[in-house]
């Protein structure tokens, strides 16, 4: 069944080639042709169950979709969380809400793939968030700032994470915190604003001015928030990390191929243990972190917590794609720097996943804490 | 009508082929395997006629080992209906191919064939012909672009020097060419559909076919490395070394 998406997946990316992710990157564009063709075969609601018209796959179906658009040499991130942004919804929404919207996410017609988490004073200390939404009659009003909210000019819909019990009134922390629905389309006081990068990924700046969200938007519980998103983020490590696997392979062919090709003082470079064996270490890294990402998709999927598994996946396959991309960079010299070769951006693309979507410090911190019972660091 | 088509399993296009240590062949594990590409625009083609209304049912046929109804799948989930895998685990020479799909034919009796040109494992661009020849059908072959209206089909053909365009009368043989059509990818939602469409088993014993090759493979080698080339100076350099060394003038 993979086998037969990634072929599938496989055949559509070879439709979108070198040049087209050149043209979008050096004019910071959207992949509007490829989401739209993604969206339309079908593959971004592989993960909504069938009862919404969904295909009700696993997470590793969604992985292998995900690694196979990376090692095809394009970029999922402009529709990654399309797949999986729904699932706080799925999980945690009622009956009324997931009937509004599910079935129009899974025909590809709402487009929920915005989430807004980070501010500009908190990003991985998330109890810290700034954000409140007040409880004024049927409506929430909103207040506050999210930054690197990915996608959210290309998205109907937004799921927002605010404070609704202040901190100091709160047990615990990370009490107090809820999610909502935010309709990108109608609601008003809203002001999103890209903030250019050093990669083409849409990623914003939303203010949010007295914007009044029905109360029936109010995802789960409120003021349990936090917990509500957890096991979203750990799909989001999961899947991002088998990208980190699609970019690793992609690095790992194409330095490969170079190295066979390339002849220098009368024979391939390849031929160079100083050129093979970081190739050869890539890849051996790689297949590591793959067992991993296998590993903690099979665990969420059997509904086990792979909170461990989830974050060592990210980490690993995160690590194993920028030794392959730097590998890359290298083996093919002068050559890896000019834009037609798709090594410099694809080198520059993957570099992100050691910072987002958790950094690796924090991953390091939470196996220290949760899993070695070391002392809280931070 | 009811259009057939046949699906071979390959090595992957991208793949590099590599010839086993003791030349008895090419080196198949591990190696990423396709349905050939010329079958692909096959199916395309059915599927089309399927949506402009002419065709009503496509049946995908694959010969050979187990793992050929992985590449009856991804024509199912590319849009044909049903699916039959004749399983039999040694070589398959053309002839027994043609022989093995002329009984299926007699019992599924389509209106029309569609098969790829050639296989891009051996190259052997002989099926569709030996098919048409056993049953007695007209054939058109390296189709660039048909068209049915009328019990016809009207093909035209990618021949050396230009195009010809072909009448043919159904039931009738068509071996595709590149040119013909862009064959599509899989939806997911098609991918779901597919698992639950039906492949029907056969054997060649059950069809009355003896798969026994004809031939024997003596040694597969790989081509020999080309050599650096040399330059020459003059034309009157070129012609000697044309008369004298190569022999060609």
């Excluded at chain 1, 069938?50 to 992985?63: D, K, M, R, T, V």
């Excluded at chain 1, 520059?348 to 958790?358: D, G, M």
């Excluded at chain 2, 072959?141 to 021949?159: C, H, I, M, P, Y």
């Excluded at chain 2, 088993?201 to 040694?219: I, N, Q, W, Y």
Aim: with cysteine; hydrophobic share 45%.
């Amino acid at each position: 069944m993979n086998d037969e998406i990634r072929r599938s997946v496989a055949a559509l990316c070879a439709r979108f080639p070198g040049t087209y992710w050149q043209d979008l990157d050096a004019r910071r564009a959207y992949p509007t042709d490829f989401v739209a063709a993604l969206t339309q075969a079908g593959y971004l609601a592989a993960l909504i169950p069938e009862i919404y018209g969904g295909a009700g796959l696993g997470l590793g179906a969604a992985a292998a979709i995900l690694e196979e658009v990376h090692k095809s040499g394009g970029n999922g991130a402009a529709c990654h969380a399309q797949l999986y942004t729904m699932g706080t919804l799925l999980r945690h929404g009622n009956t009324a809400q997931k009937d509004a919207y599910l079935p129009a996410i899974a025909r590809g017609e709402l487009r929920l793939q915005a989430f807004g988490v980070t501010e500009p004073d908190a990003g991985s200390d998330t109890s810290s968030i700034a954000t409140r939404a007040t409880r004024s009659g049927d409506v929430y009003i909103v207040n506050g700032r999210k930054l690197w909210t990915s996608r959210a000019g290309h998205s109907d819909l937004m799921l927002l994470l605010a404070r609704t019990t202040p901190k100091e009134r709160v047990a615990k922390r990370t009490d107090g915190l809820s999610v909502f629905l935010v309709d990108l389309r109608r609601a008003q006081g809203v002001t999103i604003a890209p903030v250019p990068t050093m990669i083409n990924h849409a990623t914003c700046e939303v203010v949010f001015e007295d914007v009044a969200v029905p109360a029936a938007n109010l995802i789960g519980e409120e003021g349990k928030g936090f917990c509500h998103i957890l096991d979203g983020m750990n799909a989001e490590r999961i899947l991002i990390a088998a990208e980190c696997l699609g970019d690793a392979r992609w690095f790992i062919a194409k330095a490969s191929q170079y190295a066979k090709d390339r002849v220098v003082f009368g024979r391939p470079i390849g031929q160079n243990q100083g050129v093979q064996f970081p190739i050869a270490r890539a890849f051996a890294a790689t297949e590591a972190a793959a067992l991993m990402v296998a590993q903690a998709a099979a665990l969420f999927d059997a509904n086990g917590a792979c909170g461990p598994e989830a974050n060592m996946a990210k980490l690993l396959a995160s690590e194993a794609s920028w030794a392959a991309a730097d590998t890359c960079l290298q083996t093919h010299g002068g050559f890896g720097f000019a834009t037609a070769f798709d090594v410099e951006r694809k080198f520059r693309e993957t570099r992100l996943y050691q910072v987002a979507p958790i950094s690796t410090n924090l991953i390091l911190a939470y196996l220290a804490e949760h899993v070695l019972g070391l002392p809280r660091s931070y | 009508m009811k259009v057939l088509v046949a699906v071979k399993r390959v090595i992957d296009y991208n793949v590099k082929v590599r010839v086993k240590a003791d030349g008895s062949g090419v080196d198949l594990a591990n190696v990423k395997m396709s349905m050939n590409p010329f079958d692909e625009i096959a199916v395309e083609q059915a599927i089309r006629l399927k949506e402009a209304g002419v065709a009503t049912e496509i049946v995908a046929v694959s010969l050979g080992i187990e793992q050929c109804q992985e590449t009856l799948r991804t024509a199912l989930a590319m849009g044909a209906d049903r699916a039959i895998h004749v399983h039999h685990d040694g070589e398959l020479e053309p002839l027994v191919v043609a022989k093995l799909l002329k009984a299926i034919i007699a019992t599924e009796q389509p209106g029309l064939v569609i098969v790829g040109k050639q296989a891009i494992d051996d190259d052997c661009n002989q099926t569709g012909q030996m098919l048409a020849g056993l049953l007695g059908w007209p054939q058109g072959t390296f189709v660039s672009r048909l068209k049915l209206e009328n019990g016809k089909a009207l093909a035209t053909r990618e021949v050396d020097g230009g195009l010809e365009n072909v009448e043919l009368t159904l039931p009738a043989i068509l071996t595709v060419d590149l040119r013909l059509n862009e064959p599509r990818y899989a939806s997911l939602p098609n991918i779901m559909k597919a698992r639950k469409k039906p492949i029907e088993k056969r054997t060649p014993a059950e069809l009355g076919v003896d798969p026994t090759p004809r031939l024997k493979t003596l040694k597969v080698s790989e081509p020999p490395k080309r050599l650096a080339g040399v330059k020459v100076d003059s034309v009157a350099a070129l012609v000697t070394k044309l008369k004298q060394e190569a022999g060609v003038i």
